[in-house]
């Protein structure tokens, strides 16, 4: 009923950039928070970024100051520009949604297919 399709994972160098959209989709009456989370091999999945339908943010302590979240509420999508890129961030990038379906009175918990970020050094 709601899909996330995620766009701009890639390949880049440590010191380097990566902008990651997530549009929802699907017969949608609200969308709440919207956020990124990340999961690399071996390590549990962890918030990376969350922003509010009012654009209040909060963000994980690895990647403040060089990850910046923010939301076209218009478009349904969320963005996470990614500057300053360390090895360290190297993982798979899941869109997270909370929305309302319509004619549906309880939240639902909705992710992406995830996109993969490899950062070289």
């Known amino acids: 009923q709601v899909q996330l399709e995620e766009s701009g994972g890639g390949l880049v160098q440590a010191g380097g950039s990566l902008r990651l959209s997530c549009a929802a989709s699907g017969n949608i009456w609200r969308v709440n928070d919207m956020g990124w989370y990340r999961q690399a091999p071996g390590k549990q999945r962890e918030l990376v970024a969350v922003?509010?339908?009012?654009?209040?943010?909060n963000y994980a302590d690895s990647v403040k100051g060089r990850f910046t979240i923010s939301r076209d509420n218009a478009k349904k999508t969320v963005y996470l520009q990614m500057n300053g890129l360390k090895p360290e961030d190297t993982a798979v990038y899941y869109c997270n949604a909370i929305a309302i379906v319509r004619d549906q009175i309880r939240l639902g918990n909705y992710w992406g297919q995830g996109t993969q970020v490899t950062v070289s050094s």
């Open positions: 922003i509010s339908s009012g654009g209040s943010t």
